[in-house]
């Protein structure tokens, strides 16, 4: 799975599409995840971040302590209420503002009128000044790798293709949440594709474009698409489903609401406690399993919830 980035004007979105990796955990007050965080510009997050590097883009507003495993580096003009803990170095723009502590066990970086309301810590270095904006920083960084001639041709490609106008594919190990989208305690609101890996357990109701989703996630929230939604093996959704197009339903899955698109596939494992809406027409999946006895039966589903792509 993918997520797409495009260059673009100071009033274009950079990032596109919400990624949620493996494992991501909405706790009461906070997002955790095992990767990197990358946050778009202009984001409202009503919870606290931990993750390993934690990138920040401008304008955005997040309410909850930041815990960073690596450097942490916060674009101008953002709002973060509540305190915050880097292992590593510290970057911070101009105008920020943090309601809390900040504890850095590196270095810290910070531009003009930065204000930290119940003080700092910094073990290493501390330099005010203006530090450069997020992508001016990973553009100029992957420029002096290329004049240091370090996989020259490698570097030049890259560049090439990171900042060329077509769609450009990045990892879905790290937590992505693009330019302008909405994460509040009862919302998830992007304005396109939301993918979402496997073994995750979330909260809020879901609107995207579309949505891809993973296995085994627990989603405590209804989902709703313009476009295709595909759900995973094993997952517990705890609302609805709505699509203005096709909705695919995997394997040992439960959804605890209505199902309303204009085709409807499941698979006949899956559990739909409401209704089915679908003027297009409802497929059922069925596997091949005549001739096998109970027993082999009842291992048979197991061993599908368990390795669903090896089915």
Same mark, same amino acid.
């Given at each position: ?13 950079? %990032? ?23 946050? &778009? ?40 209420? &509540? ?127 579309? %949505? ?100």
């Amino acid at each position: 799975m993918i997520i797409r980035v495009t260059m673009a004007d100071e009033d274009e979105e950079i %990032l596109h599409d919400l990624v949620i990796p493996d494992r991501t955990q909405m706790e009461e007050h906070t997002i955790a995840t095992v990767g990197d965080a990358i946050i &778009g510009n202009r984001v409202s997050i009503g919870y606290g971040i931990i993750a390993d590097s934690i990138t920040i883009g401008e304008h955005s507003s997040i309410e909850g302590n930041i815990i960073a495993r690596s450097d942490l580096r916060v674009d101008l003009w953002t709002k973060i209420n &509540g305190s915050v803990q880097t292992d590593d170095d510290a970057y911070f723009g101009e105008f920020v503002n943090v309601s809390g502590k900040l504890t850095v066990d590196g270095s810290l970086d910070v531009g003009n009128n930065v204000q930290i309301k119940e003080g700092y810590t910094a073990k290493g270095w501390i330099i005010v000044r203006n530090p450069l904006p997020v992508f001016t920083y990973i553009f100029l960084y992957l420029i002096t790798l290329f004049q240091l001639d370090r996989g020259g041709e490698e570097i030049e490609k890259a560049l090439n293709h990171l900042f060329s106008e077509e769609e450009q594919l990045l990892s879905t190990n790290m937590l992505t949440i693009p330019d302008h989208a909405i994460i509040s305690l009862t919302d998830i609101i992007v304005h396109e594709a939301a993918i979402i890996c496997s073994d995750c357990r979330l909260f809020g109701n879901v609107k995207a474009r579309s %949505l891809c989703m993973g296995d085994r996630n627990n989603l405590f929230g209804s989902i709703r698409t313009d476009q295709d939604m595909h759900i995973g093996t094993g997952c517990i959704i705890h609302g609805a489903l709505e699509s203005k197009t096709e909705i695919n339903i995997l394997r040992g899955t439960r959804i605890m609401g209505d199902v309303d698109a204009n085709k409807v596939t499941f698979h006949e494992t899956a559990y739909i406690d409401g209704a089915i809406h679908a003027p297009g027409g409802v497929i059922t999946i069925k596997d091949d399993v005549d001739g096998l006895a109970n027993d082999m039966l009842n291992t048979y589903y197991c061993f599908s919830l368990l390795f669903p792509h090896s089915i």
